[in-house]
């Protein structure tokens, strides 16, 4: 029977890769993935046999990895970050079941952004946060903004991924305007744009200032809740602790 591994290598430096995704990756026969990935991959592990397919083509990437497995071979799915948060996980599944497939799959989970990001930034996810994608190419819009409005009436500190693109140039400004409805213009917020990559960067600002913000569709977004302050070029959420 033929295994197909679903595995997030993280940010996509070596050192945040897991001893798992490494020695996954190492021991597959066929490593599938969207180019970009596939390309960051080929610098850690030059002689894999790879399958890459450009963006916008993941259903087909999921078809041609099952069907990889289905020949009795041990495959390796690989996504960035984490492979079950906004990854490759659900869609193989899916897949793998409309095909009748019999392989074993296995999820491999890897630092997700939301975490690489807030590493950078000091502490900002100490307590209670919503991850929330701006991209509407799966979801509505009106869908999207339901949930950032959700997330600031329970004072949730808002991780925003893919938060903005050519087409989506005015997301982030209108979630926090929602935001801004519930907490002060003065709430720190901290973008980080390739996190865990070479050419990592990093800022924080506020709330009321994000939409003049350098963002774009490598950057997270993490907006603190009503608790969070910044200290030292530093964002901290306090977790109640007494001290």
């Given at each position: 029977m033929g295994k197909l591994?679903?595995?997030?290598?993280?940010?996509?430096g070596y050192e945040h890769m897991t001893a798992k995704c490494i020695?996954?990756?190492?021991?597959a026969d066929v490593v599938t993935g969207y180019t970009t990935y596939v390309n960051i991959l080929k610098e850690y592990f030059p002689d894999k046999n790879y399958i890459a397919t450009p963006m916008m083509q993941e259903v087909k990437r999921c078809e041609m990895a099952v069907e990889e497995a289905m020949k009795d071979q041990t495959v390796a799915m690989v996504s960035s970050g984490d492979s079950g948060i906004y990854g490759m996980a659900g869609i193989?599944?899916?897949?793998a079941e409309e095909k009748g497939a019999q392989i074993e799959i296995e999820t491999v989970p890897g630092v997700t952004a939301a975490s690489a990001a807030a590493s950078v930034l000091g502490a900002p996810l100490m307590h209670d946060f919503a991850?929330?994608?701006l991209s509407d190419l799966m979801t509505p819009l009106d869908l999207i903004m339901k949930r950032v409005d959700c997330a600031g009436q329970?004072?949730?500190i808002v991780c925003l991924y893919n938060p903005k693109s050519k087409k989506r140039v005015d997301y982030v400004e209108k979630a926090a305007d929602i935001l801004m409805k519930y907490r002060k213009t003065e709430t720190p917020v901290g973008i980080v744009r390739?996190?865990?990559r070479k050419d990592e960067s990093h800022c924080i600002t506020t709330l009321g200032a994000l939409k003049d913000a350098d963002i774009d569709m490598f950057s997270v977004v993490i907006i603190g809740n009503s608790q969070t302050y910044e200290?030292?070029?530093?964002m901290i959420t306090p977790r109640g602790y007494r001290l």
């Open positions: 591994y679903v595995v997030g290598f993280g940010p996509g020695d996954v990756i190492k021991n193989i599944y899916q897949v991850v929330i994608s329970g004072d949730l390739n996190a865990g200290k030292n070029g530093r």
